[in-house]
């Protein structure tokens, strides 16, 4: 992985922490979770506060996910809101996060100023043992503490000041107003600074998790769809009028059910031509032949002129792989009728010809899904799926690690925006 972290491919744009007084505070919400302080003297945090040198220095990658559940988080600053997220079990605990956040900025920015801000993302299950566990989670809920008590002294300040405007005789307390004047020494004016988050409980949507070898949940109105091996616990087992159960291997089902619910975008010349998406694919399954093919050589050589030459040279390769000579075909279909019959698609090659509609709230999460059939699209799968991409890049050879990252770096990393925006729609 020293090649992904040297080119920022991997616990890219977190953020350092080397200030004794931050380190300080990290150290204590690290012990009000029981777990042993830092000794470092500079380490990194993405915006739940996780830090990849803090975990291997503890030899614990869960250590602020000791169950898959219940994730914690250690907020030290408000830049935090502006880090991704690089190892969690919920694809969406991000969002989360930087919705509690956002709802929560003008405390969290008060707060920090002095103190730090930790607690637990706090699902209706402790543990999650099957699929009915994770079908519980509707909602989740911040429960947030202070390593001060600044949280627990502004609450307790406020309510003085309650008394004071509301007894009569509460302003002849010099006990009383003596515990003000203490308080407000550490919490400062609560009427101008608030010191406690507004909104903590936040609807958990649609959703991937690593359990069971890899969960998705799809919430819809009357239906929520599950997708995953069906030899995962609970699989098929539990409310089957109201919750719909796909194998993760069943690609014709799964797509028909994108197809259905306006998750996907069917190839269709309106988007096709102009995001270049199929020329894409193309060129991404044809590398990764050529990869399959002799994954020691030298792919620094591989432009479209040298792919020409092998594909001449490799046509019977080529032609009992199929999925190069299907693209060319659709390519030139869209191209005359202006769409793709997907009916008549083996569903094996439909994902190739699909992406996510760019206006559906769960855009990300499907084209996360449509990764998973798509593999030899890496670049798809780093951006949508860094886990899935994390795991194809383990049984790649050097070679072929060198050629994927020299990529990525000209073409993603050079400009993800533009990227995201041409070839999937998004903003």
């Known amino acids: 992985m020293n090649l992904l972290r040297d080119n920022d491919l991997i616990f890219g744009r977190l953020l350092k922490i080397e ?11 690290l012990e009000a979770f029981g777990l042993k302080p830092t000794r470092l003297t500079s380490f ?5 506060g996780f830090s990849p040198q803090v975990a291997e220095e503890l030899k614990d990658d869960q250590y602020l996910d000791p169950n898959g559940v219940n994730r914690r988080f250690i907020i030290l600053t408000p830049a935090q809101i ?3 997220v690089v190892h969690t079990a919920f694809s969406n605990t991000s969002q989360l996060v930087y919705e509690f956040m956002t709802a929560n900025a003008r405390a969290i920015n008060a707060i920090t ?3 730090v801000v930790y607690g637990e993302i706090e699902e209706q299950v402790t543990k ?8 519980s989670i509707v909602q989740v809920e911040f429960k947030v503490l202070s390593a001060e008590d600044l949280l627990g002294k502004a609450a307790e300040l406020g309510r003085l000041a309650d008394r004071v405007k509301h007894e009569p005789e509460a302003w002849r307390d010099d006990a009383l107003l003596n515990r003000m004047v203490a308080l407000a020494e550490q919490t400062g004016d609560i009427r101008e600074n608030s010191l406690v988050p507004e909104q903590v409980v936040f609807h958990h949507n649609a959703y991937w998790t690593s359990h069971f070898g890899g969960v998705y949940i799809f919430a819809d109105r009357d239906t929520t769809t599950v997708i995953a091996d069906p030899a995962a616990p609970g699989f098929r087992r539990s409310r089957p009028w109201q919750v719909s159960y796909l194998s993760k291997d069943d690609p014709a089902r799964i797509f028909r059910f994108l197809a259905e619910t306006g998750r996907i975008q069917l190839p269709r010349a309106s988007w096709v031509e102009g995001s270049g998406y199929l020329v894409h694919r193309a060129e991404m399954v044809l590398s990764d032949l050529v990869r399959r093919a002799n994954p020691d050589q030298d792919f620094s050589r591989m432009d479209p002129v040298w792919l020409q030459t092998w594909t001449h040279r490799n046509a019977d390769l080529v032609t009992r792989d199929g999925a190069f000579p299907f693209l060319n075909a659709a390519v030139r279909e869209i191209g ?5 019959k997907v009916e008549e698609v083996p ?4 994902f190739l010809v699909t992406r996510a509609d760019p206006g559906h709230p769960d855009a990300w999460l499907t084209n996360r899904l449509i990764s998973d059939f798509v593999p030899s699209d890496f670049i798809a799968r780093y951006v949508f799926n860094k886990q899935g991409f994390y795991q194809d890049y383990q049984g790649y050879s050097d070679a072929w690690r060198e050629y994927v990252v020299t990529r990525l770096k000209t073409t993603y990393l050079r400009d993800k925006p533009a990227l995201r925006r041409r070839l999937y729609g998004l903003d």
């Open 19 to 29: 200030e004794p007084h931050l380190i300080a505070r990290y150290n204590k919400a």
């Open 128 to 135: 999650v043992r099957d699929i009915e566990d994770l079908l």
């Open 336 to 340: 005359q009728f202006g769409q793709l």
């Open 44 to 48: 990194e945090i993405d915006r739940t």
């Open 82 to 84: 502006e880090l991704p």
């Open 347 to 350: 569903p094996h090659l439909r």
């Open 113 to 115: 100023i002095k103190d």
